[in-house]
Nanobody
Framework: QVHVVESGGGLVQAGGSLRLSCSAS????????MGWHRQAPGKQREWVAL????????YYTASVKGRFTISRGNAKNIVYLQMNSLKPEDTAVYYC???????????????WGQGTQVTVSS
């Protein structure tokens, strides 16, 4: 079983910054992609950002591009989301995901964290 854990959420004023962290653990052979979704109350879960393995290509949804930055840690099972110039509309539960291959037995996986709350006050 692959476990994904997020941290770093909190309450900030509009215009402030937060950095979210995510760590994946378990019998992981490789991680192909890690990233973030978010979900506000009454709304569908929204893709936010992702980063691929190898060349560390990054992708962002339009509403956060230029304000958020996703990056990998020294260990490839760690990913960060640096959030700057936060807006009230960024308020949501942020979920980290990891996709890759596990061992014993070898198979593809997709795992999600429990979420971390980000609240931006006006």
């Amino acid at each position: 079983q692959v476990h994904v854990v997020e941290s770093g959420g909190g309450l900030v004023q509009a215009g402030g910054s937060l950095r979210l962290s995510c760590s994946a653990s378990g019998s992981i052979s490789s991680i192909n992609t890690m990233g973030w979704h978010r979900q506000a109350p009454g709304k569908q879960r929204e893709w936010v950002a992702l980063i691929t393995s190898g060349d560390d290509t990054t992708y962002y949804t339009a509403s956060v591009k230029g304000r958020f930055t996703i990056s990998r840690g020294n260990a490839k099972n760690i990913v960060y989301l640096q959030m700057n110039s936060l807006k009230p509309e960024d308020t949501a539960v942020y979920y980290c995901f990891a996709r890759g291959v596990v061992t014993v037995p070898t198979r593809d996986f997709e795992s999600w964290g429990q979420g971390t709350q980000v609240t931006v006050s006006s």
